[in-house]
T-cell receptor, first 111, second 115 residues
Framework: SQTIHQWPATLVQPVGSPLSLECTVE??????LYWYRQAAGRGLQLLFY??????ISSEVPQNLSASRPQDRQFILSSKKLLLSDSGFYLC??????????FGPGTRLTVT | AQSVTQLGSHVSVSEGALVLLRCNYS??????LFWYVQYPNQGLQLLLK??????LVKGINGFEAEFKKSETSFHLTKPSAHMSDAAEYFC?????????????FGSGTRLLVRP
């Protein structure tokens, strides 16, 4: 069966520090991968999606970037965090379908 | 562009009462529709989906939803609320067809269940 992992689960980082969040999927090949952010009391904002290795699309201009170095690995990065980057970051996958499956999320607090 | 509206950011019901969470979509072509549930500090879990088969869709945990094309709605219901149903619920609609398979999410409805 398929599983999706995210780490770390929680992270507290100072303003201006770098960021790297990792998402990996097991049990499937060539998935579509997605990064969402959920700010406090708000819905889900799609940040990036990827339909294949090195095929990354950005939905919203921002302080973040994404990479997909391997088929089932999706990384969210920043060179310098802003206070507004705080939130709950969710990774999701799908295979030839709109049905998306979500990871457990990473709670990021920028101080 | 596709969009989805969830009426009511918070809904409060008594334990044992009917749960009704509203979702309306705009789409120029028949969409795929989903309901997800999120418990505190967790990811989203798929409750049910509509993919142009039966208009009444049954999901997990006793939830169901009915696709009504004439009303562009996909409301989520459960006959009798349990305390464990307290969570945030998101309606989502498929974005128009390319290989990205993107979803557009509503802003969410937090369900509170009173004892």
């Amino acid at each position: 069966s398929q599983t999706i992992h995210q780490w770390p689960a929680t992270l507290v980082q100072p303003v201006g520090s770098p960021l790297s969040l990792e998402c990996t999927v097991e049990g499937t090949s060539n998935p579509n991968l997605y990064w969402y952010r959920q700010a406090a009391g708000r819905g889900l904002q799609l940040l990036f999606y990827s339909i294949g290795i090195d095929q990354i699309s950005s939905e919203v201009p921002q302080n973040l970037s994404a990479s997909r170095p391997q088929d089932r690995q999706f990384i969210l990065s920043s060179k310098k965090l802003l206070l507004s980057d705080s939130g709950f970051y969710l990774c999701a996958w799908s295979v030839h379908s709109y049905e998306q499956y979500f990871g457990p999320g990473t709670r990021l607090t920028v101080t | 562009a596709q969009s989805v509206t969830q009426l009511g950011s918070h809904v409060s019901v008594s334990e044992g009462a009917l749960v009704l969470l509203r979702c309306n979509y705009s789409s120029s072509v028949p969409p795929y529709l989903f309901w997800y549930v999120q418990y505190p500090n967790q990811g989203l879990q798929l409750l049910l989906k509509y993919t142009s088969a039966a208009t009444l869709v049954k999901g997990i945990n006793g939830f169901e939803a009915e696709f009504k094309k004439s009303e562009t709605s996909f409301h989520l219901t459960k006959p009798s609320a349990h305390m464990s149903d307290a969570a945030e619920y998101f309606c989502a609609v498929s974005d128009q067809g390319d290989s990205s398979y993107k979803l557009i999410f509503g802003s969410g409805t937090r369900l509170l269940v009173r004892p």
